[in-house]
Structure formats: structure tokens, C-alpha cells
């Protein structure tokens, strides 16, 4: 890989990695109602698991919606279903102090798994093997590095702003404001999925 392109794919693995999500908003959210140490597993598991779609969809699965061009409608409208039901729990999500004894948090597993349900990751995956991948089977195993080495200090940054939030969401009020606020987020983070199956 050149060194342009190392930087190119630097800089578009820092935008798409850093800017609001569903990725971003569920850490937020996490951190704000679970801490640091209880949301680690999600950040890892968002990192990991983005990296090891990359080397997926660029070892030939992106084919798999040539092929079948109705599996990309099917993967939308069942990635739509998943994040309003996580809206919901989110827009429900207990206080701090209950969150801890009753909530969970997602785990390793459940948040790389989750990449493949969001629309977002799917979007930045497609593109990152598209333009920056230079050709042969195993060329998306750096993209996928130098993704998974910018995108963990980027979630990062979402999960301490939750946790310095949770000094601010003493009250029932604001936490109830605030995890409403976060549902409204990631149902709206889905427009762009939504509006073409409107068409």
C-alpha cells in the first residue's frame, strides 16, 4: 500500500470511526450507565468485530449481495427491527446505580456481532474494501488493521464523554432525558437505511 493511500485510509477510518453512529451512541450510552470497566468488552468487541467484517466482505461476501440483491433489502430491514428494539431498551434503561446490580451491558460477543446489523459498519466496510483495498484475497487484512487501530480510540472517546455524562445524570430526570435523547439518536442514525426502501 502506498503511502497516499495508507493515509487515505487513515483519514477515512478516523471520519467514518469518530462521527455519531449506532456504534458511538450504544458506547455513550454504556459508559453513561455502566462505567468504563463494565463497557470494555463492548468497545473491544465493536473494534474486533468491524475488523473481522472487513477481512469478510473483502474476501468475497460483498459478491453475496451481487448475487443476491435481495439479501441487502432483507439484511436492511432486519438490522431496522434489531436497533429499534435497542432504542427501546436504551430509552429504558434503569439508573446508574440499577443499571449496574440489573442492567447488562453488551458483552464481547453481542457487540462483533452486532456490527453485522448495522447499517453504518456495513457502509464503511463496503467502501473501505472498495477503494482502498489494492487487489488480491488477503489486501483487506491492513485495512482491517489500520481500522481496528483508529476505530478503538475513537469509540473510546464516545465511552469517557458517557462517563464524565454520568457525574451530570445524577437525577432520574436528566438520565431519563438522556437515554430518550440516545434512543431518538439511533433511530434517526437509521434514515439513510430507511429511505431507500421507501423509494
Known amino acids: 500500500m502506498s503511502a497516499d493511500l495508507l493515509l487515505g485510509l487513515v483519514a477515512f477510518a478516523f471520519a467514518s470511526s469518530i462521527t455519531p ?3 458511538n451512541l450504544m458506547i455513550l450510552a454504556s459508559g453513561a450507565n455502566f ?3 463494565r463497557s470494555v468488552p463492548h468497545a473491544l468487541g465493536i473494534s474486533i468485530g468491524f475488523a473481522a467484517m472487513i477481512v469478510l466482505v ?6 453475496v449481495f451481487e448475487a443476491v440483491p435481495w439479501a ?12 429499534l428494539w435497542l432504542a427501546w431498551r436504551i430509552a429504558n434503561a434503569p439508573p446508574p446505580g440499577r443499571a449496574e ?3 447488562r451491558p453488551f458483552t464481547f460477543l453481542q457487540a462483533a456481532a452486532f456490527q453485522w446489523v448495522n447499517p453504518k459498519a456495513w457502509t464503511m466496510a463496503l467502501t473501505a474494501v472498495t477503494l482502498y483495498t489494492a487487489g488480491g484475497a ?3 487484512v491492513p485495512v482491517a488493521a489500520v481500522f481496528s487501530l483508529v476505530n478503538l480510540p475513537s469509540i ?4 469517557l464523554l458517557g462517563v464524565q455524562m454520568r457525574r451530570w445524570l445524577t437525577s432520574a430526570a436528566r ?13 434517526l442514525s437509521l434514515w439513510p437505511t430507511v429511505a431507500p426502501l421507501l423509494r
Do not use: I
Open 21 to 23: 453512529g449506532p456504534n
Open 35 to 37: 462505567g468504563v470497566a
Open 58 to 63: 473483502g474476501l468475497g461476501l460483498a459478491q
Open 72 to 83: 441487502r433489502t432483507a439484511l436492511a430491514v432486519g438490522s431496522v427491527v434489531y436497533l
Open 101 to 103: 446490580a440489573e442492567g
Open 138 to 140: 488477503w489486501a483487506v
Open 156 to 159: 473510546s472517546c464516545w465511552l
Open 175 to 187: 438520565l431519563r432525558a438522556f437515554n430518550w435523547t440516545m434512543a431518538g439518536l439511533l433511530v
